[in-house]
């Protein structure tokens, strides 16, 4: 069994950077996707960035994506990260790791193993 634990998420000022982790214990999970997604209050989750076992790496074309978000990982550390630059109030919301071998599935938000998820809440 795999679990996933995100950290990192907490309180920032508009226009701030946190970088969230996600680790991967239980298995190795070499051929997976590790990715991202979030949930803010009343909205639906949205899909961020994912990252493959080799490297490779996609990343939502949404706007809110563009230019400020980045995932990248560690595979000997079973890692992934999330970077987030010049964070606005509308990115405050959930962000939850999840992982699967395909990465439709994943941008689908339906990864078959996901974290409990990282508060992330921008002040104005």
């Known amino acids: 069994q795999v679990q996933l634990v995100e950290s990192g998420g907490g309180l920032v000022q508009s226009g701030g950077s946190l970088r969230l982790s996600c680790a991967a214990s239980?298995?190795?999970?070499?051929?997976?996707?590790m990715g991202w997604f979030r949930q803010a209050p009343g909205k639906e989750r949205e899909f961020i960035a994912a990252r493959y076992w080799n490297g490779y790496t996609t990343t939502n074309d949404a706007d809110f994506v563009k230019g400020r978000f980045a995932v990248s990982g560690d595979n000997a550390k079973n890692t992934v990260y999330l970077q987030m630059n010049s964070l606005k109030p509308e990115d405050t919301a959930v962000y939850y790791c999840s992982a699967d071998r395909l990465i439709t599935t994943l941008q689908a938000l339906r990864g078959e193993y996901r974290g409990q998820g990282t508060q992330v809440t921008v002040s104005s």
């Open positions: 239980g298995r190795s999970l070499s051929s997976y996707w």
